[in-house]
């Protein structure tokens, strides 16, 4: 079981630029959580994907966006990138019957300049 | 208030040790409760989680849940170098479709 993929692991932008990420969650789950954590603080929720829907989203602008393909893997999509979108996003997945058995992935690095 | 607060740390602690790590949160509506473990630029690792009130262990970590008082603790017995890390506890008020809230986290280290 490969568990939580996330690509790629290390991204460098510049501001104003658009970034996408990509999520596939561990064999067996359906439901893709995205993440922001800056450093030294913990995970922020961004949005969850379930069949291909958002069912759940946090305090994120409009620039954030998702995805979420048949094949339950996930993208996320930022737009206008601010200095402020630097940090480690995380993909976590779980299966339909509990948020709370959440796999995270090893996560991506972003740094807008 | 943020929803879910954590002792602030850093925490540092012989081999050995007892280690008591605490969260409280604001939110009556939780009722999945789970503590994570996350080394320096990895991914959070799900150690447990617990639903309503009470005990689970499992080996050497114990988590406990209060509701009444709005508390949960995770304690880690005969404490080790490679629990070294930032310990997350995270909270969810319902199995599915649910946003998980983190709170910031609690540094340890454990010192040979």
Redesign the interface.
């Known amino acids: 079981d490969a568990g ?1 993929t996330q690509s790629p692991t290390h991204l460098i932008k510049t501001r104003g630029q658009q970034v996408t990420l990509r999520c596939s969650p561990k064999s067996g789950h359906d ?1 893709v ?1 995205w ?1 922001q954590q800056a450093l ?6 961004i949005f ?1 994907y ?1 069949e291909e829907e958002e ?2 989203r ?1 305090n994120f602008p409009d620039r954030f966006s998702g995805h979420q393909f048949p094949n339950y893997s996930s993208e996320l999509n930022v737009n206008a990138l601010l200095l402020g979108d630097s940090a480690l996003y ?1 993909c ?1 997945s779980s299966p ?12 991506t ?1 972003l740094t807008v300049t | 208030q943020k929803e879910v607060e954590q002792d602030p740390g850093p925490l540092s602690v012989p081999e050995g040790a007892i280690v008591s790590l605490n969260c409280t949160y604001s939110n009556s509506a939780f009722q999945y409760f789970m503590w994570y473990r996350q080394y320096s630029r990895k991914g959070p690792e799900l150690l447990m989680y617990t639903y309503s009130s009470g005990n689970k262990e499992d080996g050497r970590f114990t988590a406990q849940v209060d509701k009444s008082s709005k508390y949960i603790s995770l304690f880690i017995r005969d404490s080790q170098p490679s629990d070294s890390a930032t310990y997350l506890c995270a909270m969810s008020s319902k199995t599915s479709y649910d946003k998980v809230i983190f709170g910031p986290g609690t540094s340890l280290s454990v010192i040979p």
């Not at chain 1, 030294?40 to 929720?45: A, D, I, M, Y």
């Open positions: 939580v439901t959580s993440y030294g603080q913990g995970p922020q929720f969850q379930y069912r759940q946090g995380l976590a339909r019957t509990g948020v709370y058995e959440q796999y995270f992935g090893p996560g690095r």
